[in-house]
């Protein structure tokens, strides 16, 4: 399969995802982005993209986490918060998809060591 297409697909995968979810979720980019770095830890601790699956990576990591996760609405959202004069929420928000997204990538690396045994 030609690697534009894995991208465009994942791509168009993540997307969707990530619509669905801020439709559901309030607050939904702490989570896809959250979920997002879990999601590329965990393909990166099995290999996947190195020399094994190069295609995969094109898909799950480049395709789908790409257009899953999102800093641009993360950052619109921030902005949001700091122009309406929300500094101790904004903080918090900031710290917090900071946090959760490193948090959520070495969980993602942990997982793949559960997953390789």
Known sequence: MRDW????AGGAAGSLLRWWVGGVVTRGTLL???TGSLLVGLCFGLGIGQERWPTWRLLLVTGFAGG???????????????RAGAWSRAAGYAALTFAGALAGGFAGLAAARVVRG
Do not use: G, I, M, R
Not at 5 to 8: K, M, R, T
Not at 68 to 82: G, K, P
């Open 32 to 34: 896809v982005n959250v």
């Open 5 to 8: 297409v894995c991208v465009a």
């Open 68 to 82: 899953f996760t999102t800093y641009s609405a993360f950052n619109q959202e921030l902005v949001e918060l700091l």
